[in-house]
């Protein structure tokens, strides 16, 4: 079991360092040799399936991380009771059934992880804020914009007042700000805010990891919009090559960037 959870927890590892076909390799090897050992209720075997819808997630097989997180979810709520683990599970089967577009069910889905983690954390907590986040971009995609600002901003004043500026999760929060004041026409507003989590995002980070990908995607937007198309290719160009060195060429990424 050492071996295994060792196994785990090194793919977890490679996967924050956006080595995921390793992570996926490490994360596969663990589970299978707990399912050797162990019952499928069993909490390691139950840790491990989330471990592998996470690097799926990851990945970019949402259809196939769905399946392991709602059997994770599933085997947690058997048991009745609000857990951390079960809130883990739920916040990342949220954002699965997101970036498929089943936005209903990831609506739904949120609330409840919302209401699950304020009372396993309280009010004022980094986990509440990720579970407003995610509420944020559900409505963001459903072009409720001004509902996607409220949660996005409720969720920078937490994660800002808990970790400070100079982190990835308060810059993350700040792209998703920016975002929301794009599809506003807000672009004078966006533009200030995007540059400066990305210049939080390259101090944390360097200049090549998916996080600044993400805050070029926002960019690269801010100017197409503006009408200014050197920069707008600029930050483009540069969001796939960083997605292509994290993910390979055919990733969703890499396509969307192109």
Known sequence: NDVADSLIALGLLRLDQ???????????????????????????????NFALGRVLEERGDYAEAIKVLDETVRLQSAQGNATTDLSDSMNAL??????????AIADSLGRDTL??????????????????????????DLRHFTEAEKYYRQALSLKQAWYGKEHPDTAICMVGVGQ????????????????????????????????????????G???????????????????ADINRAAYGDKHNLVVVAL
């Open 18 to 48: 956006s080595k995921n076909e390793e992570a996926e390799r490490l994360v596969r090897e663990g589970l299978a040799m707990h399912r050797k050992r162990l019952p499928p209720h069993d909490p390691s075997v139950v840790k491990a």
């Open 115 to 140: 209401a699950m983690d304020r009372q396993i954390y309280g009010e004022i907590h980094p986990r509440v804020a990720d579970d407003l986040a995610n509420l944020g971009v559900i409505q963001y």
């Open 221 to 239: 937007s801010l100017e197409l919009r503006r009408g200014r198309l050197d920069d707008a290719e600029s930050d483009f160009l540069r969001m």
């Open 94 to 103: 949220v954002m699965a059934r997101t970036l498929i577009g089943n936005f």
């Open 180 to 219: 929301v004041l794009v599809a506003q026409h807000r672009y004078d507003d966006a533009a200030d805010i995007l540059h400066e989590a990305l210049a939080i995002q390259e101090r944390i980070y360097g200049k090549v990891h998916p996080q600044i990908a993400i805050g070029l995607n926002m960019l």
